[in-house]
């Protein structure tokens, strides 16, 4: 356990530095530099000043736009109890101790609809959350192309290739993505309001506490209001990270006891991006 | 063990290529292109025509002109009774099967001397070859530093820093370097002659039966014009790898039976570097 430890100190002291803080970058970096300073040590970066003269900055923050160029698209909807989606919970909530992996109720309906229903989330018991992880700003959310640029040139010229899949996440103040890994190079660009990232390095895995969770899916039903937690059958395992970095007061003392190699390890790295930044990870 | 097998397939398959040979560039490429398609994916590859206006490249196949230039200088020469220093050998001819990380006789000379003695073989018992791996080019040769350009431009652009270390080696056909690993990006750099090189990707450490031997050094006697082999004490273990890809027809019987995954496994990549080229690896 020493020599992993002594791994987290020096993926830092070599790489990543030990302020906790990401790289900041006033403005987009050469394709070269890109690929050399970032890119090729696998270290994350916020560059600033790179997505400004995308119409979409201004438009997006007028939920009347969206609704205006988004009239007739259908787009699938995310709901939760609690806006953690896929993450590992209690299956039932009289027995905190036994988690699931748990997905999201998944539907389809007009964005006037979806964007009403994230915007307002206190007339409703669920927080809303649209996303289609396939490629879905280029399928769903084609009538917005003209708003952004199709690509991020310094970025495809550095990685050599045009992005594979281009997606688009609305959200609220209390959607929460669990700790993941992705398997990409991903350009994260905030298009309104900001997102609070708490990175960890490969190395770190072994403060993840990665473990087998059964697979299962919220229920949303409109008659009671309420969700249920429904298992896959056949039951499928999903490996997924135990630690929720920020647990509630009652539950913290137990969480610590459960993952010290998270919470007594060196902090994770933050950044908060804003509109009109870039997190590459 | 097929786990590690078919790891070996997808390295080639997805990355190095299955042709057995080493990608070539007919012209050096820009900065963008020799991190992006050969440093950041460990890709080796030749590039012809980047040495072409280097003095050197005329110059060095003088021995005259190298006599004359470095008249002055004292270099290091390396000695062994078979051209393998830093390699796996018998510790004594009586039993072939004890074997030991055998250095060579190292002896400092005025370089005039020391290039007799490389390129008349014939004349000696020995295999001599003159190389110091500390920044030699830049100390020891320094004679020689308007011949060549003091560094690859597209080269330090891609890496972002200047060559930590400059290494100069001289020798003849006898010369043979053990399969070994470096800790470097390196660029190798051909101005007379050529070498041939057998390349295997890290993936494939398995196949390299790496064991421990005991360290030695070659120590030769002008009087006798023998070698001994003289364990170092205290004894010291070097990591080495055991298979001599080359083995002599009455070994090769057993070469293939000790070190199937060697024999029996993908070929190696093969490319020969000639005056002019520069080898990436």
Known sequence: MREIEALWEEARELSLGNSGGVERLDSPPTPLQFLRDFVSPNKPCVISNATRHWPALS??????????????????LHLTPNGRADAAVPINSDDPSTLCFASAHALRMPFPEALNLIVNPHSTNFVAYAQQQNDCFRSEYSALAQDC???????????????????????????????????????YAVVSG??????????????????????ARYSYSQDTGKFTLESEKPMRCVPWCSVDPYPSPEAKHSAMSRFPLYFNGPKPFECTVKAGEILYL
Chains 1, 2 share one sequence.
Not at 59 to 74: C, K, M, N, Q
Not at 154 to 169: F, I, K, Q, Y
């Open 59 to 76: 438009s997006w923050s007028h939920d009347s736009y969206l609704t205006r160029a988004l009239s007739s698209a259908h787009v699938s």
């Open 149 to 187: 640029d199709a690509h991020i040139p310094w970025a495809t010229d550095a990685l050599g290739c045009l992005p594979e899949a281009v997606n688009l996440w609305v959200g609220n103040h209390l959607s929460e993505t669990s700790f993941h890994k992705d398997h990409y190079e991903n350009l």
């Open 194 to 215: 900001e997102k609070h990232f708490l990175l960890l390095p490969p190395t770190d895995v072994h403060r993840m506490y990665i473990r087998n969770y059964p697979a």
